[in-house]
């Protein structure tokens, strides 16, 4: 019986999804010739999809239901038994190998394949990058930050400009233009501090536009929406590389980037101050009245997060050789976001993961590239319902201490 | 003296439409403290699916008032069709989880949608029909105010006392007020909390069709992105009342329009975005609680 | 209240107004070195509003609020930031518990170290020998308090999993690894069942005795409050209605009054 049940909520969703999508998807006017299409297909589709999609969304739908409620009654256990995720990151015997594997293969990526692929994979990594570095705005912080674009158009701009107009090396502006993403960070950050939730969203979101617009209209120093050309690539030691070399050469550069990276993180995860910013995301008026001094932590934070975003921001420059405000806008900053959402938030593995995914996939996938951002809206809103703890779950560090080791022995 | 009139009424007319889509973000948000990111969209739709209605309805024959007509009735059926479905979908599961769940299912139905029309539709910018007539009593001061900017100004402000009318004396209206006072109570003197959510959302998006039914024909093309920039202005609106509270919206959408039409007319139009970022950005952290909004202070 | 014993909170008049409504009225209050003070009162008398202007939650409108540290100047710390009380010398717990539900219990309490450690941004990368150092210390002395407070074997259990009792505990911990000098507890009883109850009756006063740190507290639970408190301070509709031992709160009929039925005594 219940499966008549299915049959009647799919039949009657399949009907309302045709009504729905009917003057968008199956009428196209033209008003210029005159004439309408009538895609009559697409109505199949829509009809057949939300037909199979339905059943498939209320089946999800009863598990998550019986997923909460067991969840109130044995807490303990779900939280105890490890993932399998997490019990291969764990065992060095099983993710050693892994490691090793994965950093052969990246080494040697740029020997086996075409420059396009290479170029590619400089673009993953630069996302993977951006998206440690909004992990620990938003991640670790807490604090939701929708502008975060902003701060990579700072450090792609002031290579930009730096470079063209006054002749700066590349090397010289890279931390250059950390550094002014991060002061740009706490600039911003300053006048937010007070802001929580969804108004912080907001106005993060507002700062990032008016960057974007600024860099349109500002002609003097941006030149405007006719952008910046004919930005250096990075050297090395002087050689003269062609585009080919000279990609390789970023490609390398960004992994080390991106170990470096992981390398920071994972310390500022496991310290005095990581554990400060977790603390504000759960519950700043308990933070504050346990001595943690909201606005330095705060500031940290976006300063920090900015400052991965601008030093990125300057090899993003070098690679595209001629930057434009239309690269930095929200979409970049939804995309990012959703990185770290997906990722789980706080987690290291789970945004490097999440970013390589959702970047390469739409690589790989070339037929769907114009499905993408559809792809990902949707891919927010189903993990939000059905895994908003992201990729990879919170798991708290264990400390050992000598009482208990003491305690150990004398036991054992 | 006749450019400051032309600017104030250019500016009235705006702040109209930013009044009429804030209405959707404030209700929504004074109920169940969601930032609909997507609500713009729902106005894009609006205008779209007016769009082709109108192109079918022009090409089978139909002329004049009736197109006017349909295509703002079907718009309005379908916005709010939508608007439904949106909230059954992506936000009613999250009624319970924490914020941020819901503000990132939002931000996702906002990207979901606008490439939806994207794909379904296309990218370029689609010519609207001129759907409003041009009234020949309107011909002495057309050149401080025209037809179009005349039912703008008079549509909006008819559909808002509608709005305020069905607030303050209908049982769903105080249904609606009830549950944004204190939704655990509302929902045990045995009111449908969600029915009166569904509602909400549904108003929420007929005033956002009729928007942009308005905008579409008054400015003759639109296309995917319009929901974008409209829905931060009208956020921005919303804010600037003080948001959950209605005719705070009504409010701030007008001064926002106004001096918009203010800056752009005497300072720049180019900056005209930045304008109002700049007002979204300034109030929220001077100022959140809005024009006529009530500063909350939390309960330590 | 001998005269030799140090004062180290002195509050006097303080007032708090919110717009027309006035929650805290010209309250003057003490707490000496050693001793353990209660501060009780019907729901709504302004008790935690009190506790929220001293630890610098809210600016109070009127009136002085000084702080004595043990072999240090007087300060006055009226509008003073809550993570500057605190690392002044005076720490608290909260009446809704507020712990860091998604961490674990030890790092509860680490957090209550981080006013009394320096390791900063370039420290946690670098991992120097001072940082490292710290860290331990950290540790060490979190998972003491722990122990102190009976929590040990839940140290690295997320404080959400935590039994209620256990939760109080745990905030009570956290409080302490502040290195304060006052502790202010906002009814630390409350949901609680009488043998919890005695228990952290036998704590507050083992924290007392042991670890140099004055007490104030708020509490509905009679039987505590008579049991451990040296002063009791009356408070209702803001105002202070009451001051004095025990016994002489138990018979004050304008105390009675303010309970109306309660009486002086409360199981």
Redesign the interface.
Known sequence: MAMISYLKSSLIAAV?FV???F???V???N??K???EWRWM?MLWVAIGAFILSAVWRWA?ER?ARGSSQKESD??DA?KKPSIGHRLMADPKLYRPVLGLVIVLALLMPWVSEMYQVTIWVFALIYVVLGLGLNITVGLAGL?D?GYVAFFGVGAYTYAILNTRFGLDFWICLPIGGLTGALVGVLLGF??LR?R???L???T???G??AK??YE?WEGVFNGAKGIEKIARPGFFGVEMDISAATTFTYYLMLVMVVFTIF?TN??KD??????W??LR??E??????????AKTKL?AYA?GAFWAGLVGVIFASQTTYINPASFD?MLS?IV??MV?LGGMGSIVGVVIAALVLNLLPEYLRAFE??R??V??????LM??FR?QGLVS?V????T????VHAEEANG | MEYFLELFLSGLTRGSIYALIALGYTMVYGIIQLINFAHGEIYMIGAFVALVVSGVLTIYGFSGVSILILAALIAIIYSAAYGYTLEKIAYRPLRNAPRLSALISAIGMSLFLQNYVLLAQTADYMPFPELVPEFAFMEPIAHIMGSAELVILITSAITMIGLTLLIKYTRIGKAMRATQQDMVMARLTGINVDRVISVTFIIGSVLAAIAGVLVGSYIGQINYFIGFMAGVKAFTAAVLGGIGNIPGAALGGLVLGLAEAMAAGYISSAYEDVFAFGVLVLILILRPSGLLGKAVKQKV | MAENTQKLLEVRELTMDFGGLRAVDSITLEVCAGEIVALIGPNGAGKTTFFNCVTGIYKPTRGEILVHPPEQKTHKINGFKPNRVTAMGLARTFQNIRLFQNMTVLENVMIGRHCRTTTNILGAILRGKNTNRQERETIERSYELLEKVGLVHFADEFAKNLPYGAQRRLEIARAMATDPFLLLLDEPAAGMNPQETKDLDELIVRIKDTENISILLIEHDMKLVMNISERIYVMEYGKKIAHGSPQEIRSNPKVIEAYLGEGGGDA
């Open positions: 309302w009504f729905l999508t003057p968008l998807m009428v196209k006017v008003t210029l005159s004439t309408v697409n739908m998550r807490d303990t939280d939701l929708l006048p937010i802001l939730g969804d108004y969203a907001i106005v979101l507002g700062f536009s008016i617009i600024v209209n920071v310390r500022l310290s005095r101050i990581g554990r400060a977790m603390a759960e519950d008026i308990a933070c504050v009245a346990m001595g943690v001094d909201m940290g920090l929200f939804a976001l959703s959402v114009d499905y951002m559809l990902f809206g949707a891919v927010m809103v939000m319902l908003p919170n708290r560090k264990t400390y201490h000598s009482k208990k």
